[in-house]
């Protein structure tokens, strides 16, 4: 019937709660957020969304979802403007799943801001600036973690890119894909995933990123607490880009999408190594709140 949807094939190392997790997550996003699209699963004739298929001695479990129309961000000649817009997306966003939980969203997930386990662990594949992802490492330990209980907790999307993020042919942000990077997690990792993709485009990032920030404040207000910690947060993100970049590249040194990104992040965390972080984290305070 001329339908388009997509074929989505996972790793087979994937765990099947985890995918469960997400078309749950789709699902709810879409009874609570009206205005928000989101890919739906669809379901066979047995009604399964989840499919096993066996080829060559590998199972991998396959889901089709909804295609949604629209222009990805990345492929949008936006103004600044779209900056705050985008932050109220993901305020509106964050509001519709504020009510979702399921247990396979409390994983150890290396893309999860909250766990600098992953860079501990992986910063000794770096080939150089271990002590640039240290210096870091160290400040978040400094300002956000002694104040954690303080800092809500939910289930995140994680991965509000140029490349998940869907654009109406007036230009208005509607809609979101891509739902694999689905974490509990802090809830203000949520605009600080967003604002550390914003800040690699950015020669002077600090009032990109505050534009986001404010448009999810709007939204869905942060604490005092969460909105201090959030510049911290966008700094381990650059951290956690390459260190797995530095990782991958050694696994599997043909993907080049692996480290499409890398060399930017190095150079937004060189350039942020020369500021005073503490008096970016009052900035971005005072311009949310403003």
């Known amino acids: 019937d001329d339908q388009k949807i997509v074929l989505k094939i996972s790793n087979p190392d994937e765990d099947k709660a985890?995918?469960?997790?997400?078309?749950?997550?789709?699902?709810?996003?879409?009874?609570?957020?009206?205005?928000?699209?989101?890919?739906?699963?669809?379901?066979?004739n047995a009604?399964?969304?989840?499919?096993?298929?066996?080829?060559?001695?590998?199972?991998?479990l396959v889901r089709t979802v909804s295609y949604l129309p629209g222009l990805q961000l990345k492929d949008v000649a936006h103004h600044e403007s779209m900056l705050y817009e985008l932050g109220s997306f993901l305020g509106s966003l964050r509001q519709a799943m504020s009510g979702f939980d399921h247990y396979a969203a409390s994983r150890d997930f290396p893309w999860d801001i909250a766990y600098i386990d992953f860079i501990k662990a992986h910063k000794r594949y770096l080939p150089e600036g271990e002590e640039i992802v240290d210096y870091f490492v160290g400040l978040y330990e400094k300002n956000v973690?002694?104040?954690?209980?303080?800092?809500?907790?939910?289930?995140?999307?994680?991965?509000?890119?140029?490349d998940n993020v869907l654009v109406d042919n007036d230009g208005a942000i509607r809609?979101?894909?891509?739902?694999?990077?689905?974490?509990?997690?802090?809830?203000?990792?949520?605009?600080a995933v967003c604002m550390a993709y914003v800040a690699l485009e950015k020669d002077e990032p600090l009032e990109p990123i505050a534009?986001?920030?404010?448009g999810f404040h709007e939204k869905f207000p942060l604490t005092s607490d969460e909105l201090?910690?959030?510049?911290?947060?966008?700094?381990?993100?650059?951290c956690i880009t390459v260190t797995m970049a530095?990782?991958?590249?050694?696994?599997?040194?043909e993907n080049e999408y692996i480290f499409v990104t890398e060399d930017q992040a190095w150079n937004f965390l060189r350039k942020m190594q020369n500021q005073d972080l503490p008096t970016w984290a009052k900035k971005l305070l005072m311009y949310a709140e403003s």
């Open 47 to 60: 009604g399964n969304d989840i499919f096993v298929v066996n080829r060559e001695a590998t199972t991998y």
């Open 18 to 44: 985890v995918l469960v997790m997400q078309n749950e997550c789709m699902k709810y996003i879409h009874d609570h957020g009206a205005q928000l699209q989101v890919p739906l699963a669809i379901a066979g």
């Open 145 to 162: 973690l002694p104040n954690q209980t303080n800092l809500r907790k939910g289930v995140i999307h994680n991965d509000s890119n140029g």
């Open 175 to 191: 809609g979101i894909i891509d739902f694999g990077d689905v974490v509990y997690s802090f809830v203000a990792c949520e605009p």
């Open 228 to 238: 201090l910690s959030v510049v911290y947060m966008v700094c381990i993100r650059s």
């Open 246 to 253: 530095a990782e991958r590249k050694k696994l599997f040194p």
């Open 211 to 214: 534009q986001v920030l404010k």
